[in-house]
C-alpha cells in the first residue's frame, strides 16, 4: 500500500533536499559517532543520520528508540536559545534529545 503523504514528520522538499545534502558531509565527529551506530552495531538499533523532523534536521535519530543524538559544535554556544527552542520542538513529537559536544565524541566515544 503506498502511503498517501510522503512528508516526514511535516518535512517540506527543501528540507529533505538538505537533509541529503548534510548526510555527504559530516563533521569529523559526526562520522565517528555514525561509524558506531550504522548498520545496527549498537544493540541491534536502526539509526538514520540528517534526518528531517519538522522543519529542522536531526544529526541523528532512532526510531524505536524515539531518541534524537545531537552532535554540537562550537556554533553552538553562539545559538543556545535557538537549540533550546528547538530542543523544545521536537521534545513536542514525544523525542527525547541528547546533546554531546564534538570532543565529547572524538575522546570518549564509548561513553557517549
Not at 562520522?31 to 549498537?42: F, P
Request: charged share 30%; hydrophobic share 40%.
Amino acid at each position: 500500500m503506498a502511503k498517501a503523504n510522503n512528508r516526514i514528520r511535516g518535512t517540506i522538499p527543501k528540507v529533505e533536499r538538505a537533509a541529503r545534502q548534510l548526510r555527504h558531509h559530516l563533521t569529523e565527529a559526526e562520522a565517528l559517532l555514525w561509524k558506531a551506530l550504522r548498520n545496527r552495531q549498537l544493540k541491534g538499533l536502526r539509526w538514520r543520520r540528517q534526518h528531517p523532523i519538522g522543519h529542522f534536521i536531526v544529526d541523528f535519530y532512532c526510531p524505536s528508540c524515539r531518541l534524537v543524538v545531537e552532535v554540537d559544535g562550537e556554533i553552538h554556544q553562539q545559538q543556545q536559545d535557538y537549540d533550546l527552542a528547538r530542543t523544545e520542538h521536537l521534545e513536542k513529537y514525544e523525542l527525547t534529545v541528547l546533546h554531546f559536544k564534538n570532543a565529547a565524541v572524538e575522546t570518549s566515544l564509548q561513553e557517549v
